[in-house]
């Protein structure tokens, strides 16, 4: 998948950029944008991620619009690396 093709599959399958960022536990939103504005294709490891993502919806921590898990304000706040 380009990254191009990101904001795509994001609203697809219902997802902001920040909430993708959530799920897939990076730090800054500033990554998702620069994969969105790159025509090079994403690195193996997010395309799998993303797989996982759609193939397993019952694992994501983020719906829509709408967060899954009521400590969201405090996953924001904290991002993993």
């Known amino acids: 998948m380009l990254g191009t093709d990101l904001p795509e599959w994001r609203k697809r399958h219902r ?3 920040d909430g993708l960022r959530m799920e897939l536990g990076i730090g800054s939103r500033q990554t998702i944008i620069t994969w969105e504005k790159s025509t090079d294709p ?3 490891m997010v395309e ?3 797989l996982a993502l759609e193939h397993l919806p019952e694992k994501r921590k983020v719906d829509g619009f709408r967060y ?7 996953q924001r706040a904290r991002p993993t690396f």
């Open 48 to 50: 799998l991620a993303l």
């Open 68 to 74: 899954a898990t009521p400590d969201y304000p405090e």
């Open 15 to 17: 997802l902001t950029q």
């Open 42 to 44: 994403l690195p193996r």
